[in-house]
Each structure stands twice: as C-alpha cells, then as structure tokens.
C-alpha cells in the first residue's frame, strides 16, 4: 500500500485544487495537492517536501482531517488528508499541474476527480473551513 500525504489549502472558504497533466495517470482529472511518502519519511514531512516540489510553497501543516484508503487495479493508496496553510503573500506556482483553481466544497461536484478524493470531498463539505 502506498501512503500519501494529501493537502487542503484553505483561503477564503475555497480549496486548492490541480489539474492532473496530460500523459500521467488519471490525467485531466482535479486533485489535492500532495503525494507518496519517501522511506524514512513522516507523512508531514513528505506533505512539506510535495507542496515544496508541486507548487514552490513552503507550506504548514496543521490538523489531520482523516484518513482514507482506496484500491485501484494497479495499486491501494491510503491518503492522509491535513488542513495546510501557506504564506498568504505565496506565489503558487504549477510545476506538476496544468490547471488550478480555488472552489468551494460545494463546487467541488462540477470537477471530476479521481476515486480516492471522493470521501474528502463529502468530509470537506460536511465541516466549516
């Protein structure tokens, strides 16, 4: 099983999002911010190290929201999912995505996303960021 530090971006009321890359699995799909942890890795510190390589932000982690795991034919991943907070003068910047876009948990249902984020998604419309 593959564990992956997953990330919610919080400003305004709106959530982070990426476009998954053309040639890339799951690609055009919308995602969190985030990824696979590294041996010897915690999973804040992989969260840290992936928003540093994604989006050149130096980012905060802060509450653990939950824990989902989802298996796809080819692999099972269990996503840790933290609330995270970035400088509010960040320049993000798209080093792994091809789009982006800041949505409320509600407009979250007009992207489609991969399976695994689905239980995020609900979580994140159940509570008040």
Known sequence: ?????????????????????????LAGLWEFPGGKQEQGESIE?????????????EA???KHIMDTTYRYPENEFRLHVYMVTIPDNAQIKLNVHQNSAWVSPKEMNNYEFP???VAIIKKLQDIDL
């Open 1 to 25: 099983m593959k564990e992956v530090g997953t990330g919610i971006i919080v400003h305004n009321g709106k959530v982070f999002i990426g476009q998954r890359p053309e040639g890339k699995p």
């Open 45 to 57: 510190d992989c969260l840290k190290r992936e928003l540093r390589e994604e989006l050149s932000v």
């Open 115 to 117: 399976p695994a984020d």
């Open 60 to 62: 905060t982690i802060g």
